[in-house]
């Protein structure tokens, strides 16, 4: 469990970090679970800080992590939100999987999703994990990753 000391250190270092940026974020909600502290951000002009398929935004999430775990002995991960960025593309990750499911049982053919980061792999990956008609599987290598829907029984 992150400790509430944890939790203050990590929003107090991304605050700095933000306003040394010059990006006029504003912190609006920090929270934290078992291993992860989720910090979210407003700011103007997000996608600059975004980048191309949230690359930017990943890297600043470990620049941020990265100067953080100097402060602090407890183990944990950050999870940068900009503008909800992160969470908007959850849910369309969610809805990616849930039709290119529904399409691998109609037409009965596997279908390959675009290349994508691991996280984006996980997502579609839980979103399609309980449903009994579907098997999902990663392959590829490096950049050109990505997940398989297909017909299947676990």
Do not use: C, W
């Not at 990590?10 to 006029?24: H, N, P, R, S, V």
């Not at 974020?25 to 920090?30: K, S």
């Not at 602090?72 to 959850?90: A, M, P, T």
């Amino acid at each position: 469990m992150i400790s509430q000391e944890t939790k203050t250190i990590i929003e107090t270092t991304a605050k700095e970090f933000l306003d040394k940026l010059g990006a006029g974020a504003r912190i609006h909600n920090v929270s934290a679970d078992d291993s992860t502290v989720s910090v979210e951000v407003t700011m103007e002009d997000a996608q600059v800080f975004i980048g191309d398929r949230g690359r930017t935004l990943l890297e600043i999430q470990h620049l941020l992590q990265a100067m953080a775990r100097k402060k602090i002995d407890e183990r944990f991960y950050i999870s940068l939100d900009i503008n909800d960025y992160k969470k908007r593309k959850e849910e369309y990750l969610r809805d990616l999987a849930k039709t290119t499911a529904d399409e691998v049982v109609l037409l009965k053919q596997a279908k390959e999703l675009p290349p994508m980061p691991a996280a984006e792999r996980r997502i579609i990956h839980l979103a399609l994990q309980e449903r009994e008609d579907i098997v999902t599987d990663s392959m590829g290598d490096g950049d050109s990753r990505r997940v398989v829907v297909k017909l299947g029984v676990k």
